[in-house]
């Protein structure tokens, strides 16, 4: 009797090592379906005489802490929610990469941190509103998982966002009085943390995958 090799197995990219998301039609539906729902929320906001904006951000006050829960779904008119529209469907979209449920812990890591740093910091005199810090976070955690997971591929799509969007980093330091450098810079440092935990987790599940069978004579 004899032995043949076993056949080669077909190269596969690791899920950490992924630049697209694994079903990109589900991907797209998130994407467009939060982009779509940030346009309702500005719609009811213009339709009802309620001022649903000041539910954002109050600086160290009590009162308004749970406006880290609304601020991203929030936009000061239809001009604010339009700038950011682009860079939420993108962003959002490629983040996905490492599945839904990965999309959904990340972004809640950028939404409650970054929305901390707003209310740590911003001035007190102000209601801060908008998913910039969400799209700022994203951008970021696609910047540098790549460092993270050791993935070439993610490097290289890192340059091309970095070549299109790197101009929007400049966001982070102070400039208007209007545009909170604060929920752009905390939103975008909790993306980076996003990138290491996502990381970590990643190369511990794949330190723990057993290895492949053995072939037998």
Known sequence: MSTLPAPS??????????????????AAVVALGFTVLLYLVELVDVVLPADLDQGGIVARSLGGLDGI???????DGW??????TVAVLVFAFLAMAGGIGQWVTVTAVIWVLGGLGVWLTAPGNAVTVGASGLAFGWLAFLLVRGLFNRSARQLALAAVLFVIWGGMLWG?????PNVSWQGHLFGALAGVLAAWLVGRADR???ARRPAGPAVGG
């Open 9 to 26: 197995p077909k190269p596969t990219t690791s899920p950490g090592k992924r630049i697209l998301p694994p079903n990109p039609k589900a």
């Open 69 to 75: 829960a609304w601020a991203p779904l929030l936009h």
């Open 79 to 84: 001009g604010h929610l339009l700038s950011n």
């Open 172 to 176: 982070v330091l102070p400039s208007s």
């Open 204 to 206: 511990a599940r794949a």
